[in-house]
Structures are given as structure tokens and as C-alpha cells.
Nanobody
Framework: QVQLVEAGGGLVQPGGSLRLSCTTSEGTFSSYTMGWFRQAPGKDREFVALITWTGTTYYADSVKGRFTISRDNAKNAAFLQMNNLKPEDTAVYYC????????????????WGQGTQVTVSS
């Protein structure tokens, strides 16, 4: 069982930045594709970004150019740098892990963190 722990959420003003982290003690972290998803109240969970074990990245159109996903395999950690945040980015953000190489659907991820709240408001 892979356990994921997110951190870094909070309240930020529009235009501000936050950096989310996702850590695990899983020794084979480097063999997983890591994804970030978010879920706003009353909405479905949606794909935000993913990074494969080779380092290839993919982004949702809504965050492209503002968010950057990265990973540090030596630290068993994945990150989501969020810049120029907008009120519509407000959601609970989840990291997830999968053995599949590239998959955007939440159903394709086997392991999930508990989520961290991001609120963008003035």
C-alpha cells in the first residue's frame, strides 16, 4: 500500500503562488507516474497535471503556463508549483500515483493522498 501525504495548501490572494508537495515512504516511488487532481465543491474531481517516471509532464489547459509539476525521486516527493492563482483554482488538491505511464482519468490511479485545501480569495 502506497501512502501519500500532501502539504502546502492555504489561503492566497489572486495572482499569488503556492507550492504543494506530495511525499511517500514508498521505496519504488521512482517507478510511478504521479498526478495532481483537484475537486471544487459540487464539482467532479478533475485532472490538473502529471509527471511520468521518465519526467515527461502533461497539464490541463486551464493551468498550462501557470502550474509546474516536478518530482525528486531521491526524496520520494512530487511537487506542484502554482503561480498566478485565480479564484477558480480554489479546490481540494490531491496527489495520486499509478503504475500506468500516461493516464488522465482519476480512475486510473491506485493510490491517493488525503488532499490539501487551496483557497484563492482577496
Amino acid at each position: 500500500q502506497v501512502q501519500l501525504v500532501e502539504a502546502g495548501g492555504g489561503l492566497v490572494q489572486p495572482g499569488g503562488s503556492l507550492r504543494l508537495s506530495c511525499t511517500t515512504s514508498e521505496g519504488t516511488f521512482s517507478s510511478y507516474t504521479m498526478g495532481w487532481f483537484r475537486q471544487a465543491p459540487g464539482k467532479d474531481r478533475e485532472f490538473v497535471a502529471l509527471i511520468t517516471w521518465t519526467g515527461t509532464t502533461y497539464y490541463a489547459d486551464s493551468v498550462k503556463g501557470r502550474f509546474t509539476i516536478s518530482r525528486d525521486n531521491a526524496k520520494n516527493a512530487a511537487f506542484l508549483q502554482m503561480n498566478n492563482l485565480k479564484p477558480e483554482d480554489t479546490a481540494v488538491y490531491y496527489c495520486a500515483a499509478t503504475r500506468r505511464f500516461i493516464i488522465y482519468a482519476a480512475a486510473g490511479y491506485n493510490y491517493w493522498g488525503q488532499g490539501t485545501q487551496v483557497t484563492v480569495s482577496s
